[in-house]
């Protein structure tokens, strides 16, 4: 067993540090790797996702934005959960740092079967619609495919999301686009003491599905220093991240991110 987990924890690694570095752009309204979280059958749940952008590539208009989303989960049973997400944001350049809508999301998440003290491995796949605002999507609107892989061995955790990015225009301006999301962390603490986690996230985004020989392909990379725990029955995400490369002028360099899991 031992060896399998420093296979796995080594197999992580590597490749986190071993891809090439690239660009991140305007961050996303929800930074998180999806593990195996599932509501409960006829229960709600409600996370808020936030993040800042408290250093960005000069001239860039995503200086000191912010973004909040909250998302409402409903587990409709043991195999079906559904969610909403609601996405609001601020920056000097944009709002003058006051919070305006920039639109809703809808998803259905679908398992299997939940985790089991049989198998480390668990596996989920999430699909979301969405209308957002123009200045983050062109094209006004997008739907997502996330195909979900997580293990869990004493006290490490793993998973990777493999999503498929589009749109539901006809002609969309945005060529439909991969991305390969990772996560590993290792428990420090105890439920007694905070249930702490410490680990790494990274988020790269491996290029159009199409190809344009006039539009590059967006290949876009940024990585993730993140801790979990639990707060007084809140549950904590906190993250900072940071961006390389300065060719793209609207980059972001730093990301702070938080998500809060609500006690509802």
């Not at 200086?63 to 909040?68: A, D, N, S």
């Not at 299997?112 to 006004?140: I, K």
């Not at 998500?259 to 509802?264: A, K």
Request: glycine residues 10%; aromatic residues 10%; hydrophobic residues 40%.
């Amino acid at each position: 067993m031992s060896l399998q987990l420093s296979t796995l924890a080594k197999w992580m690694w590597v490749t986190l540090a071993a891809m090439g570095a690239g660009l991140c752009q305007a961050a996303p309204e929800e930074i998180q790797v999806y593990l195996d979280e599932f509501a409960e059958p006829g229960q709600f749940g409600l996370d808020l996702h936030t993040n800042l952008v408290p250093s960005a590539q000069p001239g860039s208009t995503t200086f000191r934005q912010w973004r909040l989303t909250p998302e409402l989960s409903y587990g409709i049973n043991s195999h079906w959960e559904a969610g909403l997400y609601v996405l609001s944001s601020g920056a000097p350049d944009i709002s003058h740092g006051h919070p305006v809508t920039d639109g809703a999301k809808v998803r259905l998440k679908w398992r299997p079967r939940a985790p089991s003290a049989d198998s480390p491995w668990y596996f989920a796949v999430n699909w979301e619609v969405g209308h957002l605002a123009q200045r983050f999507d062109p094209d006004e609107s997008s739907t997502q495919l996330k195909f979900i892989e997580t293990y869990r061995q004493g006290p490490w955790l793993a998973g990777v999301n493999f999503n498929l990015n589009g749109s539901f225009r006809s002609h969309p301006q945005q060529s439909s686009s991969t991305e390969l999301d990772y996560k590993l962390s290792y428990q420090v603490t105890g439920e007694d003491h905070g249930d702490l986690r410490l680990g790494l996230e990274r988020y790269d985004t491996l290029g159009l599905l199409h190809r344009n020989a006039a539009v590059a392909s967006p290949h876009t990379t940024s990585n993730f220093v993140v801790a979990d725990f639990n707060l007084g029955g809140w549950d904590v995400d906190l993250g900072v991240g940071r961006s390389y490369g300065s060719a793209v002028a609207n980059s972001d360099r730093t990301v702070i991110k938080l998500i809060l899991g609500v006690p509802i």
